[in-house]
């Protein structure tokens, strides 16, 4: 499978730059399996698209204003994108720079502190601040909210608490699970009365999302990790959900990359959910039977990305292809501030166990 096989032509009016005035104001494209039609909904629509006693997966994970600018000891000016913190005032992070640094390099930083070259792995720096307060509170004050490179614009006040998901509350991110983003307290109390429940996953989504696949062979690309946790309390919410016959909704390919990254073999032969903490490098693509969710809420995705390889998988590429040209044709808004889509499963998937 060659990467070219996701090319699709996007019109560049159609990337959102900005979100709308409302979170829930946006449009939502229901897909369901072949040969049914599409629905041309709106995201308030949602609760009506549900049954009382599906369960809705959202990742809680919160995006720290993890971009910083500084200059070298030579004077060469440096970006740094924090991928991840790992404690003691230490983060690794990308650089933007003319020249790699060293070890035990310094960067002064623009708004106060420094921060030491300790290595490198790859394309990321571990760095070291020294900064006062500790690092995660020291962020929130100086460093800049990181939007995606396809967001033609600085980062606005606007940004601060639109980048956010309102559920947001476990730091760690550097791009925001932007299907959440969607979803306002008013969407949520429409969702509860209909009987809808919710559970929480933790993936902290790391710089790698935003990296093109370099390859094009996949079955030679290296998937970038991140952290992530499930846990067993909703574990055992999705266990009641599928006892009573209800549906589990991931909100965003980060919660199935999650809930994937948890199943495992059980004795009798299925592959069950399980509490889990730590990395994942799982990289979906079409071939693989994605059995934690039933259905999915996602945005529009970048041609040749890992995330349109993986709702291909779940929904069957032709299908998704033929929706992405649909709403090329409606004018849909596309990427992280852009419109949805509620994704059902290709016939043959079977969604679950």
């Known amino acids: 499978m060659k990467k070219s096989d996701?090319?699709?032509?996007?019109?560049?009016?159609?990337?959102?730059?900005?979100?709308?005035?409302?979170?829930?104001?946006?449009?939502?494209?229901?897909?369901?399996p072949a040969p049914a039609a599409y629905v041309d909904a709106a995201f308030t629509d949602l609760p009506d698209l549900l049954v009382p006693g599906d369960l809705l997966v959202f990742n809680d994970t919160r995006v720290i204003p993890a971009r910083l600018f500084g200059q070298k000891a030579t004077g060469g000016r440096v970006e740094i994108l924090i991928e991840r913190l790992l404690g003691h005032d230490e983060a690794r992070a990308q650089l933007g720079v003319s020249k790699s640094p060293k070890a035990g390099a310094r960067i002064a930083l623009d708004a106060g502190g420094e921060a030491e070259v300790l290595g490198r792995d790859g394309e990321f720096y571990r760095l070291k601040f020294h900064v006062e307060p500790p690092l995660e509170s020291w962020l929130l004050d100086a460093g800049r909210l990181p939007l995606?490179?396809?967001?033609?614009?600085?980062?606005?006040?606007?940004?601060?608490?639109r980048y956010q998901t309102v559920f947001a509350r476990e730091v760690?991110?550097?791009?925001?699970?932007?299907?959440?983003?969607?979803?306002?307290?008013?969407?949520?109390?429409?969702?509860?009365?209909?009987?809808?429940?919710?559970g929480h996953v933790t993936l902290h989504v790391g710089a790698g999302t935003f990296?093109?696949?370099?390859?094009?062979?996949?079955?030679?690309?290296?998937?970038?990790?991140?952290?992530?946790?499930?846990?067993?309390?909703?574990?055992?919410k999705v266990r009641r959900t599928r006892e009573a016959g209800g549906?589990?909704?991931?909100?965003?390919?980060?919660?199935?990359?999650a809930l994937e990254?948890?199943?495992?073999?059980?004795?009798?032969?299925?592959?069950?959910?399980?509490?889990?903490?730590?990395?994942?490098?799982?990289?979906?693509?079409?071939?693989?039977?994605?059995?934690?969710?039933?259905?999915?809420?996602t945005n529009f995705h970048l041609p040749e990305s890992?995330?349109?390889?993986?709702?291909?998988?779940?929904?069957?590429?032709?299908?998704?292809?033929?929706?992405?040209?649909?709403?090329?044709?409606?004018?849909?808004?596309?990427?992280?501030?852009?419109?949805a889509m509620l994704l059902w499963?290709?016939?043959?998937?079977?969604a679950h166990p």
């Not at 996007?10 to 730059?17: D, K, M, V």
């Not at 995606?148 to 608490?161: A, L, N, S, V």
């Not at 349109?308 to 990427?335: E, N, P, T, W």
């Open 345 to 350: 499963p290709r016939p043959d998937a079977g």
């Open 148 to 161: 995606p490179p396809y967001i033609q614009r600085e980062p606005g006040r606007d940004d601060t608490e």
């Open 172 to 198: 760690g991110a550097v791009a925001a699970p932007t299907a959440g983003l969607h979803f306002d307290d008013a969407l949520l109390a429409a969702l509860r009365a209909r009987g809808i429940d919710f």
């Open 306 to 339: 890992t995330l349109l390889m993986m709702i291909s998988a779940f929904a069957g590429k032709h299908r998704v292809f033929d929706a992405y040209r649909h709403a090329i044709a409606q004018r849909y808004r596309f990427f992280s501030y852009g419109d």
């Open 261 to 297: 990254s948890a199943m495992r073999d059980a004795p009798d032969g299925t592959r069950q959910l399980q509490p889990f903490a730590g990395e994942t490098r799982l990289f979906i693509l079409p071939g693989y039977r994605i059995t934690a969710v039933d259905a999915l809420v």
């Open 211 to 236: 990296q093109p696949v370099r390859v094009e062979q996949l079955d030679q690309h290296v998937m970038h990790s991140e952290w992530l946790n499930v846990g067993a309390d909703l574990v055992e």
């Open 6 to 32: 996701f090319h699709y032509d996007l019109p560049s009016e159609l990337i959102a730059q900005a979100p709308l005035a409302s979170r829930s104001a946006s449009r939502l494209l229901v897909v369901p």
């Open 247 to 257: 549906r589990v909704i991931g909100v965003g390919t980060t919660v199935v990359r």
